[in-house]
């Protein structure tokens, strides 16, 4: 056993430079998004006045709007067989929105800009994936999309760690935050348009047909389908991460200490990420995705009974625990069950229905701490999460059962 984290050390090296590239990219752009996200809720219900319901709206309606750009760029970069400059537009789009949450007026222009800023996400999304899928060879997918997940988690601790500082230094000023989350924005773009390769020979053939038709869809397998339906059901489960944050200030964690929650939580994501994908690179991908989802239901009643911070963290920690268990191994499924020509058009699929369970899941969540409180919010995650390990259970031999596509 004590050879093992030499092995996932040594694995590292053997991943190409261009998941590297993008892993960075995710990085800066979540450094420059967390500095926002982990403020805005507070900044929407202290400052502008919304209800919990309309943070819910505003923030499933926001991812549910990225999983549906997705479907379409990811199918787009099957049909011309290139995926950077798809991924390059999406983080130029995410870029240039960022100078909007600090000049925003009211509700409205924050959503809206929200709502732009998702639309980036979602037009680079699924050619960002598949581009590290096409360009890892397949013994090495779980740690590659591992490693990628591992910087993107990275920026999201490092983004509220960030805007703790700023907040201090500028005596709770949440505009400042926001202006100095478009510095990292920028420099994600210029990591894509200069460090990442698409080499031709990794280029999969074009579809004989644009992937969104029938005949065409017809070639993601039913192992692909198998894995979007468990996803789907998870992300019933995951609501977003705003209401962790509302939920440390309901048991009493200063304003300005509130990023403070994303950023315990994202260093145990980043810890778990790599590791979690390198040891389902030994052929178990299942068993990890199992654990994850057993992290998340204790994350949820750990949050459901807590009235003061101590067991607010523990929940906090758990729910890190099963984003690095889970997020990059789904991607790595995705990636073993679907067709190279079809790559693009399977990660906006499998984006969008998660997309969509989470726009449930947010506004669900929202409507239940408003009227039963926070309890009642967290108790219907940890159902779903329950669920969703029941089925992974259930399907287990068939999920494990097919060799990697190439």
């Known amino acids: 056993m004590s050879d093992i984290p030499i092995r996932f050390a040594a694995r590292l090296r053997l991943i190409p430079s261009s998941v590297w590239a993008l892993g960075f990219v995710s990085l800066f752009m979540d450094f420059s998004s967390e500095m926002i996200h982990a403020l805005l809720p507070i900044y929407l219900v202290g400052t502008m006045g919304t209800t919990m319901a309309e943070v819910g709206v505003i923030e499933g309606v926001a991812e549910a709007t990225a999983s ?40 409205a222009w924050i959503m809206a800009a929200r709502f ?28 590659a999309f591992g490693l990628r997940q591992s910087l993107d988690t990275v920026g999201a601790f490092l983004g509220p760690a960030v805007a703790v500082f700023v907040m201090w230094a500028t ?26 390769r698409e080499p031709a020979e990794t280029r999969p053939a074009r579809p004989a047909r644009f992937p969104l038709h029938w005949n065409e869809m017809r070639g993601l397998s039913g192992r692909f389908w198998l894995v979007v339906g468990i996803s789907t ?15 440390a200030q309901a048991a009493g964690l200063p304003e300005a200490l509130a990023p403070l929650v994303l ?36 994350a949820d009643i750990a949050l459901a009974y807590a009235e003061r911070l101590p067991l607010v963290w523990v929940g906090v920690a758990l729910w890190g625990l099963h984003m690095g268990l889970t997020q990059g191994l789904f991607a790595a499924l995705i990636a073993d069950t679907a067709p190279a020509a079809l790559r693009g058009t399977a990660f906006g699929v499998f984006n969008l229905t998660g997309g969509l369970a989470l726009l449930v899941a947010s506004v669900a969540a929202g409507k239940l701490w408003d009227i039963y409180g926070p309890a009642a919010a967290f108790a219907a ?24 596509t190439p």
Do not use: H, Q
């Open 171 to 196: 005596l709770d000023d949440i505009r400042a935050v926001f202006w100095a989350a478009c510095v990292p924005a920028i420099l994600a773009v210029a990591a894509l348009a200069f460090g990442v």
């Open 263 to 298: 950023v315990a939580m994202n260093i145990i994501y980043a810890g778990a990420s790599y590791p979690a994908g390198a040891f389902s690179d030994r052929g178990d991908r299942v068993t990890p995705l199992a654990a994850g989802l057993a992290m998340l239901i204790g």
């Open 233 to 247: 059901i998870f992300g019933l489960a995951r609501f977003s991460e705003a209401f962790l944050i509302l939920k």
């Open 68 to 107: 549906v750009v997705k479907i379409f760029s990811g199918a787009v970069s099957d049909w011309f067989a290139s995926r950077k400059l798809l991924a390059l537009l999406g983080y130029g789009l995410a870029a240039a929105t960022k100078p909007l949450f600090p000049l925003a007026p009211n509700v």
């Open 381 to 404: 995650g940890g159902g779903c999460a329950l669920l969703s390990l029941g089925f992974l259970l259930i399907f287990a031999g068939a999920l494990s059962s097919s060799s990697k």
């Open 116 to 143: 732009t800023d998702r639309i980036g996400k979602g037009i680079r999304g699924a050619p960002r994936d598949a581009l590290v899928a096409d360009v890892t060879p397949s013994e090495l997918r779980g740690a």
